[in-house]
């Protein structure tokens, strides 16, 4: 049981320390609310589905076997002749195709890079600043939490090894 609880700590450890990575690069990525330009509320409709090869993240054996797996994508486009278009990532091609045979529009946000002039979609109800803070905060949690569970395992360390230290001295 103590070999199983070091090496669940290890593994945490190293996904903590992995956590902490790319939330801070994720987190020095965010562009500023400033950057966006809000080009309004817009209407998409689907339009054709896309079947795309992806790395596949299982492990071991189902790995070994099928090292890549098909990723279902919806592709959608704006009804008011923007050429604005989106793509939204659906689980099985089934319900991909069910998604553009139903032809329900959706209503999203698109905020335009001002450097740069590439666009990105948000929900409808959110905003510039509202997008930059809910990536923040998300960014953020990673980070805190990760950083959280480095400075337990480390003071537990410290801990034990005065505690290991301690009992060597009273022998």
């Not at 320390?17 to 994720?26: D, H, P, R, T």
């Not at 050429?83 to 069910?98: D, G, L, Q, V």
Request: glycine residues 6%; charged residues 25%; hydrophobic residues 40%.
């Amino acid at each position: 049981m103590r070999k199983f609880i070091l090496s669940a700590g290890v593994v945490l450890f190293v996904l903590a320390a992995s956590c902490l990575y790319v939330g801070v690069s994720e987190l020095s990525d965010i562009r500023p609310a400033s950057d966006y330009e809000d080009k309004g509320i817009h209407t998409f409709m689907p339009y054709r589905t896309l079947t795309t090869q992806v790395k596949n993240t299982a492990t071991g054996r189902q790995q070994r076997l099928h090292p890549t797996k098909s990723a279902y994508w919806v592709c959608y486009r704006a009804t008011d002749g923007a050429s604005y278009e989106w793509k939204n990532e659906a689980t099985y091609r089934e319900s991909a195709e069910n998604i553009v045979a139903a032809g329900e529009p959706v209503e999203r946000r698109v905020l335009s890079i001002k450097e740069n002039g590439n666009y990105i979609t948000v929900e409808s109800d959110l905003t510039a600043e509202s997008y930059v803070f809910g990536q923040s905060r998300y960014y953020g949690i990673i980070v805190g939490l990760s950083a959280l569970y480095l400075v337990i395992y480390l003071v537990a360390w410290v801990v034990i090894l005065r505690k290991r230290r301690k009992e060597k001295i009273e022998l």
